[in-house]
């Protein structure tokens, strides 16, 4: 499926807003699995969502009620819209696929873009 790219991040005080865009080739997003991850320093990565058009989203716990992960089919991206940020939410977030249509946690993850900080802070 090709690199991914993503985009969008930046820096805003706790309780803000932003979304994440992460582009694809080809059909990538609507043939899929795709996730976002994030990274801190000093931490391991960590799965923050997960969604393919065959299956209803999943979210790690302590994103639940305030991200949201979509699939814009036309555009070929995947977007994560991100509410109500934390000060423990500031990581690197990157995007990666699955080479299959439903999600599966022992299956690898590739494509790995180079990331989109986010930083939540007073």
């Known amino acids: 499926q090709g690199q991914l790219m993503e985009s969008g991040g930046g820096s805003v005080q706790p309780g803000g807003s932003l979304t994440l865009s992460c582009t694809a080739s080809?059909?990538?997003?609507?043939?899929?699995?795709m996730g976002w991850f994030r990274q801190a320093p000093g931490k391991e990565r960590e799965r923050v969502a997960t969604?393919?058009?065959?299956?209803?989203?999943s979210y790690e716990d302590s994103v639940k009620g305030r991200f949201t992960i979509s699939l814009y089919y036309a555009k070929n991206t995947l977007y994560l819209q991100m509410n109500n940020l934390k000060t423990d939410d500031t990581s690197m977030y990157s995007c990666?696929?699955?080479?299959?249509?439903?999600?599966?946690?022992?299956?690898?993850?590739?494509?790995w873009g180079r990331g989109t900080q986010v930083t939540a802070a007073s």
């Open positions: 990666a696929a699955q080479n299959r249509a439903v999600c599966a946690p022992s299956d690898p993850w590739t494509g």
């Open positions: 969604s393919t058009r065959l299956d209803t989203p």
């Open positions: 080809g059909n990538t997003v609507r043939r899929n699995c």
